[in-house]
């Protein structure tokens, strides 16, 4: 009896830890990695309506905040790259809690003006965060205390126009892809020392000795399908899938073109992979071995598809917003476009769906709220801040949190 309550006891604690992460938008496109929330996030605001509280953030970086209990944590940097910071909010008062200086680069990549020396979003979880700069740098902070566990600056990268790829946690693993010009591979570190368990080696032929060609900016996403643990990690022409736990390649699928920023996701048995220019959309069957490029993708999409804001998926259909504002709903077992349309102004970051409501954010300050319709568009809501965005929202309680280019803010319908 006493080794049954012992293992109802550990089962508790499991389910907490699920429960907990949840509620936590912990991640690029939140706890479940696809930009869904169980919110009720309010409809409008503006400068003067339902803000609870708006907090400038030094610097320039476009890196979305992540969310644990009651702290926010982002990136910043200084517009040199010369400083790379961590920062911390508290949710409830919009206070900064910390500032943390993670990094001093004597000499910084290049890095273009659209993107910044802070991208990459951060993860985090119960008093641990783990923070990313590319090959500039990476290291897991103490939440409590701010204070640096672990730090690692030998992972080489060139990534031409600045880094962008955001890391994720699976298990007891830090994952990252590194794809430059120079070096593309993906590695895995144990989150708790940040020595390297895996690192495997891009096996694509990329048909160029351009290193411009080779450069990539995606976030990798694990998921199970048919009982095999999967690491599905987009980069330039090629995507390949991976065992999460010894980073061995499982299916390898060539599309073509640039890799994108968008996030692949996994759903209805096929992963969805974004890209720049090649077959631009694909979904592809997540069940074979090898090179699968001929046999296991279901559908292609050429229209109006993004390569910065990720994709929602809700329910049968596949919604997006382009760099150029064409919002379109495609038929998610077929790829055919059910309709589109065009709004004004530039789209980088990532659209959050909350019961029937798809949010989307612009790089004019534009934020529309639109319906998640497959039918029509509907347009619910015209929202309106000072600045614009290139990182994407997250969630907080029944909150939005909102990076511009220069404030964090927590929109509350509360308020």
Known sequence: MQH???LIAIAFLILQNSIAQADNWNQ???AKENGHTDARLPLEWSESKNVAWKTEIHGKAWSSPVVWEDQIWMTTAT??????????????????????????????????AYNSYGSPTPVVEAGRVWVHFGSAGTACLDTKTGATLWARQDLPCDHLRGAGSSPIVFRNLLIM????????????????????????????????????????????TVFEHAGRLQLVSPAAVATIAYDPLSGQELWKVYHGGYNAAARPLYSHGLVFINLESGKRLLAVKPDGLGDVTETHVAWTCGKSTPTRPSQLIIGDH????????????????TGEPVWTHRLEGRHSASPIYSHGRIYLFGEDGKMPVVAANPKAFELLAENKLDDGCMASPAVYKNSLLIRTTKSLYRIDAGK
């Open 177 to 220: 892809n590194f794809d430059g010009a120079d070096h593309q591979y993906v590695v895995a570190l144990d989150k708790e020392t940040g020595k390297t368990v895996w690192k495997t080696d891009r096996t694509i032929n990329y048909g160029t000795d351009d290193g411009d060609a080779k450069k990539a900016y995606c976030t990798p």
């Open 318 to 333: 596949y919604f997006m917003v382009n760099d150029n504002g064409v919002v379109s709903c495609l038929d998610i077992k």
């Open 79 to 112: 517009l040199d790259g010369k400083e790379l910071f961590a920062v911390c909010v508290d949710a409830v008062s919009g206070k900064i809690v910390h500032n943390v200086r993670v990094f001093e680069i004597a000499k910084p990549m290049f890095c273009i």
């Open 28 to 30: 690029f496109r939140g």
């Open 4 to 6: 049954l309550g012992t």
